[in-house]
């Protein structure tokens, strides 16, 4: 019993605002990051495409994707990656959670932008997404709300009780779960990823769900920091590894040490194994070495 899941993150297709889109204060600051700043320049749609690409050639049993598709939650950009990631999105099953860039602005959760695009694909069953297939059941978290300054995300209690529930109920047991949130629980030392300015402010609460449940996840996927990483969360009687491919869409910057990542999971019915790969230029490829193994 084997099922391969492939994880992208952190993609961020952009493209210009409008000028009613400049009303938000919140997009106006972050136009001028983009723009004025050069941070545009760190996501390409050469790597973009490819990105898409490699995950038609990988064929995986299920694809997700931790949240951030957009850098500013326009209308145009949803559109935008709706029509890129329709190669995938129409042939293999996915679980699309938001990241704090999807809900960038009042605006966009408001009209409930994303969901209009990707509504069949984020799950939805209650104040949790789940998407059962095979030995495997994917849980997705959303944490994130717009914020004027600050980028950090709170999990509602709503959906820390309807997990803690999930967690207990017995059709899980022997499956293989697999919970999914934008923000990191945990920095690559082990350490709570709950800062103020760019954390999972109650991160410590989550995990605290996950001490008390009857199956722990097999593991945890993230993005939120475009440098990949792997960390632990360590319970009183094991321990839960967290995984961030880091973006999948970033640029190929080799002198800064940086280049898009994602990740392949091979989950059998009580392990699992991680292949990652990287953008290197022309296409993904895995990392040399191992996962990890580069630093980038």
């Not at 069949?120 to 717009?146: C, E, I, K, S, Y």
């Not at 996927?221 to 990949?228: F, P, R, Y």
């Not at 898009?260 to 392990?271: H, K, R």
């Amino acid at each position: 019993m084997t099922l391969r899941l492939a994880h992208v993150t952190d993609i961020h297709w952009q493209t210009p605002p409008s000028a009613a889109d400049l009303l938000s204060p919140k997009r106006m600051l972050g136009t001028a990051n983009l723009y004025l700043r050069g941070r545009r320049h760190h996501f390409t749609r050469e790597v973009q495409s490819a990105l898409v690409s490699h995950l038609q050639d990988l064929q995986p049993d299920l694809v997700v994707i931790s949240g951030d598709l957009t850098a500013q939650a326009l209308e145009s950009e949803f559109a935008l990656a709706r029509r890129e990631l329709a190669p995938v999105l129409d042939v293999v099953p996915t679980l699309v959670v938001p990241g704090n860039h999807d809900v960038y602005a009042p605006d966009a959760v408001k009209s409930a932008r994303m969901q209009k695009h990707f509504g069949p694909w984020m799950h939805h069953q209650g104040p949790l997404a789940r998407l059962d297939l095979g030995h495997v059941t994917v849980l997705g978290l959303n944490p994130n709300a717009p914020r004027l300054v600050t980028s950090h995300g709170v999990v509602p209690e709503v959906q820390l009780d309807a997990l803690r529930d999930t967690l207990a109920e017995p059709d899980l047991k022997g499956r293989s779960v697999v919970l999914v949130t934008h923000y990191p629980v945990v920095d690559r030392r082990g350490a709570l990823y709950d800062g103020w300015s760019h954390g999972l402010i109650n991160a410590q609460a989550l995990v605290d769900v996950l001490e008390s449940a009857p199956c722990r996840p097999a593991m945890v996927l993230h993005g939120h920091v475009h440098h990949g990483y792997v960390g632990t969360i360590a319970l009183s009687d094991t321990e839960v590894p967290t995984y961030d491919p880091g973006s999948s869409g970033y640029a190929y910057m080799p002198t800064h040490r940086r280049a898009a990542g994602m990740n392949v999971y091979t989950l059998e019915a009580d392990s699992h194994s991680v292949e990652r790969f990287l953008f290197e230029g022309d296409r993904f490829r895995p990392e040399p070495g191992g996962p990890y193994a580069t630093g980038r």
